[in-house]
């Protein structure tokens, strides 16, 4: 089966680096996307890597590894602002997105 | 404003209930989705539509239907509603021409039924 895998929750402290792992297994690959979604609010879109590598984007950055089926997304000089749950997303094969349940990220003084 | 509205924002109904839950759209995105979001789950595609004459089963349509009546208008019908229902709904778009296949979500609409 399809099943994404990402931690359910993290703490991290202002100012910090904070890495959180997605790991998939889907049928095909067409990319993996990150989303960003504060409580209560809609999910905005952070980033999209189909090929293996680093992508940066300010103080974001998502990297891929399609043989080892995994990424991850780091996020730099945290803010309180930053505090909020993402979303991993791998598309498949027919082009359908694989959502993974989200990690909670807290970020302390 | 925003680009994808949808109404209403939050609802409590009760069992057998039909309920509507309608999204609009400004983007001039042919490609809509509807998803409900669950605690602990990810996000689950109900239906897609990719143009107007277009509609797609997804994940879990069992208990929903949909309608679209324009490029900008993908509604989402509960015809009897039932208590597991009860979740955070997200309509979204993309544009088709979009390398990324980016999601543009609405604001969401929090159903509660009784």
């Known amino acids: 089966g399809q099943n994404i895998d990402q931690p359910t929750e993290m703490t991290a402290t202002e100012g910090a680096i904070v890495q959180i792992n997605c790991t998939y297994q889907t049928s095909g690959f067409n990319g993996l996307f990150w989303y960003q979604q504060h409580a209560g609010e809609a999910p905005t879109f952070l980033s999209y890597n189909v090929l293996d590598g680093l992508e940066e984007k300010g103080r974001f950055s998502s990297f891929l590894s399609r043989s080892k089926g995994y990424s991850y997304l780091l996020l730099k000089e945290l803010q309180m602002k930053d505090s909020a749950s993402y979303l991993c997303a791998c598309m498949d094969s027919n082009y359908q997105l694989i959502w993974g349940a989200g990690t909670k990220l807290i970020i302390k003084p | 404003d925003a680009d994808v509205t949808q109404t209403p924002r939050n609802r409590i109904t009760k069992t057998g209930k039909r309920i509507m839950l309608e999204c609009s759209q400004t983007?001039?995105?042919?490609?809509m989705y509807w998803y409900r979001q669950d605690p602990g789950l990810g996000l689950r595609l109900i239906y897609y539509?990719?143009?107007?004459?277009?509609?797609n089963k997804g994940e879990i349509s069992d208990g929903y239907s949909v309608s679209r009546q324009a490029q900008a208008k993908f509604s989402l019908s509960l015809e009897s509603a039932i208590p597991n229902q009860t979740a955070l709904y997200f309509c979204?778009?993309?544009?088709?021409?979009?390398?990324?296949?980016?999601?543009?979500f609405g604001e969401g609409s929090r159903l509660t039924v009784l």
């Open positions: 539509s990719f143009d107007v004459k277009d509609i």
């Open positions: 979204a778009t993309s544009d088709r021409d979009r390398e990324t296949g980016e999601l543009f």
């Open positions: 983007k001039g995105h042919d490609r």
